[in-house]
């Protein structure tokens, strides 16, 4: 039997050997390292699936940079794409299926899971692809709890393999937006755009919302005007408040800006600062970032307001209607990819995506040749 490893080169296989696959391994801050590992075999209830397409998430970023959430020798990557290649005993999984996969695991045990809220599961950690278990940036990747429609979602044919590969932080961003609530023809404001928040500019462009962008890249606010956005903000060169005033109209008291609704997705403090002086009295903001430092803030400027403010934590039910709009044609994925970088590169990958100035969404595919 013949395997190939990364870079198409044929490996024996000797009889009663593992057959090998090739990963790419954190190792630490700022080493990823490629590695031959067994293949994984599904058992019961778990399926394999040969990777297509990965994302570099944000998270994989602060794993990568800082070591969060990541020991030596895991195997990072959660945004991902692929066929399946042994379902073992999962009904409605067959071989060959194209498939994207919700890496968020529920133990559908807990107080959280039995409520219905799988996203704040407080067992399943240890189950989560790419954080507890070994994740997509490798040939291949076994999905732990195989549930389809809960965990396992089949592809449509009109959905390319790195199209679905943004199932899951268009997931994320959808989510967010949910929260928010946003109507026909309200203002709101998108603080970073990332992949999360340029996700975030599409769906409220999509909802009938009129979108105003502030990011410091201009490569991202250029993307969110092909996205849809009215206005685009360059937080350092330009005055956040004074350019949503025009939209708006000053606040209450005339003090800031209007804006009937907010999304943060920067994780930057300044970000936070300047959500709170756009946003109406009444208004409603949903918090999607994970913060780096300490943000300082005067709480009563909640009060004053009277906000509703949401966090919003990874997705609940989003992947199956992503897909749908997907289906609709609702994504365009030359608008949000950037580079693409075989899995031999994913060290490469790593260190574009951390340039916000070149870099939208950076993918990493393993080569099948």
């Not at 195989?146 to 959808?174: I, K, N």
């Not at 009129?210 to 990011?215: E, F, G, P, Q, W």
């Amino acid at each position: 039997q013949q395997i190939h490893d990364g870079l198409g080169r044929p490996r024996g296989r000797r009889p009663g050997s593992e057959a090998l696959m090739r990963v790419a391994e954190y190792r630490e801050p700022h080493v990823i390292e490629m590695v031959d590992r067994p293949e994984p075999e599904a058992g019961p209830g778990q399926i394999t699936i040969e990777v297509s397409t990965c994302g570099v998430c944000g998270s994989d970023l602060h794993s990568f940079e800082r070591g969060f959430a990541a020991q030596p020798g895991q195997v990072l990557g959660h945004e991902f794409s692929g066929r399946v290649i042994d379902p073992s005993d999962v009904e409605g999984i067959s071989e060959g299926q194209r498939v994207t996969v919700r890496p968020l695991t529920p133990c559908l045990a807990c107080p959280r899971c039995l409520a219905g809220d799988w996203h704040l599961c407080g067992a399943g950690a240890e189950l989560n692809i790419g954080y507890g278990t070994q994740g997509a940036f490798a040939e291949q990747v076994l999905v732990p709890k195989a549930l389809p429609g809960m965990t396992v979602f089949p592809l449509p044919d009109s959905v390319d393999d790195t199209t679905a590969a943004m199932v899951e932080p268009l997931a994320v961003s959808l989510r967010a937006v949910t929260l928010a609530r946003p109507q026909v023809g309200e203002v709101a404001v998108a603080f970073g755009l990332g992949m999360i928040g340029l996700g975030v500019v599409r769906w409220l462009v999509l909802s009938g919302a009129r979108v105003l962008a502030v990011d410091l890249s201009p490569v991202r606010r250029e993307a969110a005007l092909k996205l849809g956005a009215e206005m685009v903000i360059d937080p350092v060169a330009e005055n956040t408040v004074e350019r949503v005033v025009e939209v708006t109209g000053p606040g209450g008291y005339g003090m800031g800006a209007a804006a009937d609704l907010v999304v943060e997705c920067s994780g930057a403090a300044p970000a936070f600062g300047d959500a709170l002086k756009v946003i109406r009295h009444g208004g409603r903001m949903s918090v999607a970032a994970m913060y780096p430092e300490r943000v300082t803030l005067r709480p009563d400027r909640f009060v004053e307001k009277e906000l509703e403010i949401h966090g919003s934590f990874a997705y609940k039910d989003e992947f199956g209607r992503v897909i749908d709009l997907m289906e609709q044609g609702a994504i365009d994925k030359d608008i949000f990819v950037s580079h693409t970088f075989g899995l031999e590169d994913t060290l490469e990958a790593f260190k574009t995506q951390l340039d916000k100035d070149a870099s939208l969404k950076v993918m990493v595919e393993p080569d099948r040749s």
